[in-house]
């Protein structure tokens, strides 16, 4: 079959598009709001959203990203808006033992409501960005992977709809925390400990609990080293 989007209809019960990318990691991303205005007094609220577009760029230094859809009235996210104004955000990796947590952190809820205490998940204020010994990004504590992330962009897609519309939202990151229970003897993050969740196609997610290794034949040292994401490999065969 073929189609295009936009132009021409695909003719199945279902649209098929998102299903044929995957599978996708999940951007649970943790923000915070600046001091309310008329309120300076008032704590910050803070906000835990899940997004379906979500990658990693380079890794020297390294960057991720999230893609954040309008809502159905055609304003931004919280999530953004907060990125926006704090200039900071947490990803924290989204587990098949947290799927449920991950699912209901989904809501469109008002700005007000703090979603770590609507599904029941506690704070990590352990923070090392600038700034967050007075206004914090909480990371999610239950989850064994946590990037700290200071913004460096944001790319404005436009939509066909209100919806289609999507802010794509770069940061870079500072910090890495990494549970010590997730790591394997030989040092390596074990994703059959940790079980990450990722989005499918529908309403349909993955969890991943196995992993194969191939390597290229004939890459040397430095391009390996880039394929494995090894910044400081790379530095030294830059340096000799």
């Not at 919280?78 to 924290?92: L, M, Y």
């Not at 309403?203 to 090894?230: Q, R, S, W």
Request: proline share 9%; charged share 20%; aromatic share 10%.
């Amino acid at each position: 079959m073929f189609y295009q989007p936009g132009k021409t209809k695909h003719n199945l019960p279902f649209d098929p598009f998102k299903a044929c990318v995957v599978p996708r990691p999940i951007g649970w991303i943790s923000t915070t709001s600046l001091p309310r205005p008329g309120s300076p007094s008032a704590p910050p609220i803070h906000n835990l959203a899940p997004f379906s577009q979500f990658t990693n760029l380079s890794f020297d230094p390294p960057y991720v990203m999230f893609a954040a859809n309008q809502t159905p009235e055609g304003s931004k996210k919280d999530t953004v808006r907060n990125v926006d104004s704090t200039g900071k955000f947490v990803w924290n990796l989204a587990t098949w033992d947290l799927r449920d947590k991950v699912n209901a952190s989904a809501q469109q809820l008002p700005f007000e409501v703090d979603e770590f205490h609507h599904v029941g998940l506690s704070k990590d204020f352990s923070s090392c960005l600038p700034g967050d010994d007075t206004n914090p990004v909480p990371m999610v504590r239950e989850s064994p992977v946590k990037f700290e992330c200071s913004y460096h962009s944001t790319l404005r897609l436009p939509g066909g709809s209100a919806m289609g519309g999507v802010d794509l939202v770069i940061g870079r990151v500072e910090g890495v925390h990494i549970a010590d229970w997730a790591l394997s003897e030989e040092g390596k993050l074990d994703i059959g400990k940790t079980k990450p969740i990722a989005r499918c196609g529908y309403y349909e997610y993955v969890v991943l609990d196995k992993t194969f290794e191939m390597v290229i034949p004939g890459g040397d040292k430095a391009i390996l080293a880039g394929l494995e994401g090894n910044a400081e490999q790379v530095q030294r065969s830059d340096t000799t």
